[in-house]
């Protein structure tokens, strides 16, 4: 931050998005250290509201003592990346939309309150110390004694506990209560490796590895355009090209068109994914979800994000692939407020991350059609 004198203060001056339709940014002093991306509390007319540091400057149109200070800076969650900012500042260009309204809707709504929000940690299970042999567990308890033995292997969430039997809750209340596994609280992700299991069900046709091989294969940005028709197997390979990237260390932001298919297809890449994160992010979530999940996307703690169209604002630091299902469905425009195409967007932050994009339809947009005849895109075509 560049500091300036003002009233023998050292103050800084920050150019703040606030969510009023006026496309202009807001200026207002500070005397504490801000970063670009961080809430603030700034009064604006006869209120408070919520805004998001867009930048730090040092000069500002208007006079010094005419400009308002700054009344709280939020520091109850990361600040915004400038990866983000940038791609949210596209969205306010390309689609003349004011730069506020178009930041602080991408937003959680708690996050878009004055209140402060608590980092939610992800809860995780682990064998107790010391650890028991397995021996000892009463036989009766078969579904117990598969949860010990997985979590022998690595610490588990309750969700990937749940894919072994559906009562993992209460299995994992009886064994606390004996001393046979403990709870803690994870913020961010293990810098130490965890094992990846991928649950390879399906020998990959030709045409579907090729498909794998081509997207795998690109360094840097390009999309793909993966044409095939309803049941020629576009998601076994979207499951392979999953596997590459949690094999790296990556995530992956995978988009679908309807709210209603969110939990089935979780469910099904879970299945194929038991030791992996997965989070949903869509307008069925209650306010506490959706804060839960974004955090856990923003901290890198989820590796897989599925979700509608808002989710390609989603802050991922380890963003390694973007996949749109169904690219040419029209629930992927926003009809109202910022009137944005997240299949565009999804396109533009990709090339933005330097990653590969994989757009899937059975029946592709006219545009996207048109771009992998022209060389734009890359055609894959899986004929069934």
């Not at 969510?19 to 408070?48: K, M, N, S």
């Not at 509201?49 to 009344?71: F, H, R």
């Amino acid at each position: 931050m560049i500091e300036l004198p003002v009233n023998g203060r050292l103050t800084g001056i920050v150019r703040v998005a606030l969510d009023v339709p006026l496309a202009t940014l807001f200026d207002y002093t500070v005397d504490e250290a801000v970063l670009a991306g961080q809430r603030v509390i700034v009064p604006f007319r006869h209120r408070e509201m919520v805004g998001v540091v867009v930048e730090c400057v040092a000069t500002s149109d208007y006079a010094l003592d005419k400009i308002k200070p700054v009344i709280a800076v939020l520091h109850d969650s990361a600040p915004l990346s400038p990866k983000l900012l940038a791609l949210l500042q596209f969205c306010s260009d390309y689609y003349h939309y004011p730069i506020g309204q178009t930041i602080m809707p991408a937003l959680p709504t708690k996050l878009r309150a004055s209140q402060s929000v608590a980092i939610k940690p992800a809860l995780y299970y682990r064998m107790a110390e010391p650890a028991q042999d397995l021996a000892l567990l009463p036989k009766r308890k078969a579904h117990a004694r598969l949860i010990l033995e997985k979590l022998a292997i690595q610490p588990r969430n309750l969700q990937q506990l749940k894919l072994i039997c559906a009562t993992a809750a209460k299995q994992l209340s009886y064994l606390a209560q004996e001393g046979w596994v403990e709870q803690y609280e994870v913020f961010a992700p293990s810098p130490m490796p965890v094992a990846h299991t991928f649950a390879n069900a399906h020998q990959l046709t030709p045409e579907q590895q090729q498909a794998v091989d081509c997207i795998t294969q690109v360094k840097g940005y390009r999309s793909f355009l993966l044409h095939g028709i309803t049941g020629s197997g576009k998601t076994e390979v979207y499951v392979h090209l999953m596997d590459y990237v949690l094999q790296r260390g990556g995530q992956v932001l995978l988009l679908v068109p309807e709210i209603n298919l969110t939990p089935q297809l979780e469910q099904y890449f879970l299945s194929r994914f038991p030791d992996a994160t997965l989070v949903s992010l869509h307008s069925g979530l209650s306010e506490n979800e959706r804060l839960s999940n974004w955090q856990q996307a923003q901290t890198g703690l989820a590796q897989i994000v599925l979700g509608t169209r808002l989710s390609v604002f989603a802050e991922m630091p380890q963003l390694a692939m973007i996949i749109v299902d169904e690219e040419h469905d029209s629930s992927f425009k926003q009809q109202d407020g910022l009137r944005y195409s997240a299949r565009d967007v999804a396109i533009f932050r990709a090339s933005q991350c330097g990653i590969p994009i994989v757009l899937g339809s059975a029946t592709p947009a006219l545009e996207s059609y048109h771009n992998a005849q022209s060389g734009r895109y890359q055609m894959l075509k899986l004929t069934g």
